[in-house]
T-cell receptor
Framework: GAVVSQHPSWVICKSGTSVKIECRSL??????MFWYRQFPKQSLMLMAT?????????EQGVEKDKFLINHASLTLSTLTVTSAHPEDSSFYIC??????????????FGSGTRLTVV | KQEVTQIPAALSVPEGENLVLNCSFT??????LQWFRQDPGKGLTSLLL?????REQTSGRLNASLDKSSGRSTLYIAASQPGDSATYLC????????????FGTGTQLKVEL
């Protein structure tokens, strides 16, 4: 089945630094990648949607200059948290979907990245 | 705007019980409905995908049903085991033809020995 590999699984960084999270679709071409944020005991909150080769679409209230998304190829999308602050500490999850997958196969999620900013 | 609700929010049962998790959605114009499992600190694992033309899907001890007209889906877990303890989420793609998923509020399940 479709697999999305997400790295790192956890990261601790100092306040003010930037962190990059990668998501790779291993056996399918992810034409669209979704990035979510999840707070403890809450459901997933969609941050942005990225389509391969074009700019990401951000949800209302999400700072596009803080959360940089790149989807330069059909198998790789990255989320960079720039100038991270403690309030950015959260669990970030990506989800990929390929052409035709939305209807026929559903969505595949990465294993998540626990970001802690100290 | 699609709204997805799951009942109950939390459930604790003894091992071996059969149980039902409920998911309701307000906009019945859906392509499919997907059930996921999330373990603490982990990503989402897809359990079952039900197409809009289907009424149910089965995988092992799991059975999911879909009633579009009433805006409901149920996930039935037979002979529950401690390893089934997790949060279960249902999700539907948005009705506008886009790719966004709307998630339910989740049911936190604990199966005790």
């Amino acid at each position: 089945g479709a697999v999305v590999s997400q790295h790192p699984s956890w990261v601790i960084c100092k306040s003010g630094t930037s962190v990059k999270i990668e998501c790779r679709s291993l056996d399918f071409q992810a034409t669209t990648m979704f990035w979510y944020r999840q707070f403890p005991k809450q459901s997933l909150m969609l941050m942005a949607t990225s389509n391969e080769g074009s700019k990401a679409t951000y949800e209302q209230g999400v700072e596009k200059d803080k959360f940089l998304i790149n989807h330069a190829s059909l198998t790789l999308s990255t989320l960079t948290v720039t100038s991270a602050h403690p309030e950015d500490s959260s669990f970030y999850i990506c989800s990929g979907v390929g052409t035709g997958y939305r209807v026929n196969y559903g969505y595949t999620f990465g294993s998540g990245t626990r970001l802690t900013v100290v | 705007k699609q709204e997805v609700t799951q009942i109950p929010a939390a459930l604790s049962v003894p091992e071996g019980e059969n149980l039902v998790l409920n998911c309701s959605f307000t906009d019945s114009a859906i392509y499919n409905l997907q059930w996921f499992r999330q373990d603490p600190g982990k990503g989402l694992t897809s359990l079952l995908l039900i197409q809009s033309s289907q009424r149910e899907q089965t995988s092992g001890r799991l059975n999911a049903s879909l009633d579009k007209s009433s805006g409901r889906s149920t996930l039935y877990i037979a002979a529950s085991q401690p390893g089934d303890s997790a949060t279960y989420l249902c999700a539907v793609p948005d009705g506008g033809g886009g790719n966004k998923l709307t998630f339910g509020t989740g049911t936190q399940l604990k199966v005790e020995l």
